[in-house]
């Protein structure tokens, strides 16, 4: 198993001393930024070259993410990829546009109408771009950035929206990082069937809400660490508890937006993480 350093810093009261580490900046590799943005998805993925967001967390935390990515120094954006349309996903997306240069903006299928994606396409409509669907699995890669993106099928029973997800497979040298969205039980299935779904680092779906395919995912993943993008409000504890017996049980970190922004720093070799 590759080696995880968890960094930290805090006061060692046995000891009487504290322990510090310095920052890897984005110029020594590869820096995820999972933003606390309540119960809401808003990632940055950034290195020399590339500035990369997955989702854009909420309407009305947006200007707190606006003033936290300007002091990432980021100016500009690659691309924004959408995983799908609820509001704790897409709700920052037009004012982000707004702020920054944006080159591109990808997304999955449209499977609902809201402000929010409005006031998207607008902001779309306003810098001359379109939001670019992507109907099938493709691969983008950004210098030794490589995003292996699972695209929906469709056609699903239930929480359409959720299933709609986008599932990004990002790769930084031999670290990997498997983004799931919302992916509920019907996609989640459909998923494994079709990928070896195998990361260092899960980022869990539908923001640790327990679900029947999670033993699944994770048996098939095997990650190192998982994230959750959650709030104090959501999930409810028992809810929540439930998932988090199962994430324990597969892996050695499980860390949570609730208690701050984490931060994973790679290079090419390998990776920490720190909140």
Not at 131 to 158: C, F, K, P, R
Not at 230 to 241: C, K, R, V
């Amino acid at each position: 198993m590759k080696k995880i350093w968890i960094l930290f810093c805090s006061v060692l009261f046995l000891c009487g001393c504290s322990v510090q580490k310095k920052e890897m900046t984005v110029t020594d590799g590869c820096v995820v930024t999972v933003f606390d943005r309540g119960k809401a998805d808003a990632i940055l993925i950034q290195n020399e070259d590339t500035v990369l967001m997955i989702d854009t967390g909420l309407d009305e935390n947006v200007n707190a993410l606006i003033r936290q990515l300007k002091e990432k120094g980021v100016t500009r954006i690659d691309a924004i990829y959408l995983s799908h349309y609820d509001k704790d996903h897409v709700g920052g997306a037009d004012q982000i546009l707004s702020a920054f240069t944006v080159n591109h903006v990808y997304g999955t299928y449209m499977t609902k109408e809201s402000d929010d994606i409005t006031e998207l396409l607008e902001a779309l409509e306003n810098k001359n771009m379109e939001l670019e669907v992507i109907a099938e699995d493709t691969v983008h890669s950004y210098g030794d950035i490589s995003l292996d993106i699972d695209a929906a099928d469709g056609g699903y029973e239930n929480n359409a929206s959720n299933n709609s997800s986008l599932i990004i497979s990002a790769a930084y040298g031999e670290n990997t990082i498997l983004f799931a969205g919302d992916a509920q039980n019907e996609r989640i299935k459909e998923y494994l069937a079709n990928h070896d779904a195998t990361a260092d680092i899960l980022k869990v779906p539908y923001h640790g809400h327990y679900q029947k395919q999670l033993d699944n995912l994770l048996e098939a993943v095997e990650p190192e660490v998982t994230l959750i993008t959650n709030s104090d409000e959501e999930p409810e504890e028992e809810d929540l508890g439930k998932a988090l017996d199962v994430l324990h049980e597969y892996a050695d970190q499980v860390y949570e937006t609730k208690n701050g922004n984490i931060v994973i720093t790679m290079t090419l070799e390998n990776y920490e993480v720190s909140q």
